[in-house]
């Protein structure tokens, strides 16, 4: 088993990585693992070569550096051959409000590492796959792309994005026999929920979420809300109309407005 991961040095990405390495360390298994902290990344791959049934090869990058996830995918086929999975894992998630000028920057981060971070992971590996035959693409959603939620206009237009993107790529790729996962997690506990201050329903710990990922990523489902309660809430999030879900949102809370440093 060969999977290539990018945000694989926290939160979903790491527990990702976790869950797999658990599931076939035992068997053999190549990690490629992309991340922007090098020191986090060269730690994790430190851990992981305690193991002899573990190959883990690191790329410190960001993902909205096209050149260098081409390099990455490149120096992965040469070193290790076609990866049978590719997840795109890279998110990031910050409170952005269209009326502060300051916040136009953390639009512009948001949309590029969330949406043409997936562009640049998955390009680089499709011609390897459909010239073997086989190959999976799977990107990382989430609820909040059905319905745009107040106070996480980057945010929720950046899944939005993802999901309709993601949903293209599916119909391209079938020709190829090239599978497609979209998963559209509800509230997983990361780094980048821990700063929420707003209840936030059905929260699953990220090494159980990560579990329930990789399963459907086996099964090759096209398109999963986890956790399963979440995927009935976005079913009927779908059917509100506008004129109600206006009303319940209207006093909503938002997400904090916080710096971070990948801007």
């Known amino acids: 088993m060969k999977v290539f991961i990018t945000g694989a040095s926290s939160g979903i990405g790491a527990a990702i990585t976790a869950e797999y390495t658990k599931r076939y360390g035992n068997k053999h298994i190549t990690l490629g693992l992309v991340a922007r902290r090098s020191g986090h990344?060269?730690?994790?791959?430190?851990?992981?070569?305690?193991?002899p049934q573990i190959t883990?090869?690191?790329?410190?990058?960001?993902?909205?550096?096209?050149?260098?996830?081409?390099?990455?995918?490149?120096?992965?086929?040469?070193?290790?051959?076609?990866?049978?999975?590719?997840?795109?894992?890279?998110?990031?998630?910050?409170?952005?409000?269209?009326?502060?000028?300051?916040?136009?920057?953390?639009?512009?981060?948001?949309?590029?590492?969330?949406?043409?971070?997936?562009?640049?992971?998955?390009?680089?590996?499709?011609?390897?796959?459909?010239?073997?035959?086989h190959g999976q693409l799977v990107g990382i959603a989430s609820v909040a792309g059905i319905r745009g939620l107040p106070g996480a206009g980057a945010y929720s237009a950046s899944k939005a994005?993802?999901?309709?993107?993601?949903?293209?790529?599916?119909?391209?790729?079938?020709v190829s026999n090239i599978a497609v996962?979209?998963?559209?997690?509800?509230?997983?506990?990361?780094?980048?929920?821990?700063?929420?201050?707003?209840?936030?329903?059905?929260?699953?710990?990220?090494?159980?979420?990560?579990?329930?990922?990789v399963r459907a990523i086996e099964q090759k489902r096209r398109f999963v809300v986890i956790p399963w309660q979440m995927g009935w809430v976005a079913r009927l999030m779908r059917f509100i109309p506008p004129f109600l879900w206006d009303f319940a949102l209207k006093k909503a809370p938002y997400k904090p407005r916080l710096n971070w440093d990948w801007l």
Do not use: W
């Not at 990344?41 to 193991?51: A, D, H, P, S």
């Not at 590996?125 to 073997?132: E, H, L, Y």
């Open 56 to 133: 883990c090869s690191i790329y410190p990058l960001d993902v909205r550096d096209q050149a260098a996830l081409a390099s990455a995918a490149e120096q992965f086929i040469q070193q290790h051959g076609v990866p049978d999975v590719v997840i795109a894992c890279a998110g990031v998630s910050r409170g952005t409000l269209t009326e502060h000028q300051e916040d136009i920057a953390a639009f512009q981060a948001v949309m590029d590492i969330n949406v043409m971070g997936l562009v640049h992971t998955f390009q680089p590996f499709i011609s390897a796959m459909r010239a073997i035959g």
């Open 161 to 174: 994005a993802a999901i309709s993107y993601l949903e293209s790529l599916r119909v391209e790729m079938a």
């Open 41 to 51: 990344l060269q730690q994790l791959k430190t851990t992981l070569e305690k193991f």
């Open 181 to 213: 996962t979209t998963i559209a997690p509800g509230y997983i506990r990361t780094p980048m929920t821990d700063v929420n201050t707003y209840k936030m329903p059905f929260l699953m710990d990220a090494n159980v979420a990560a579990s329930k990922f």
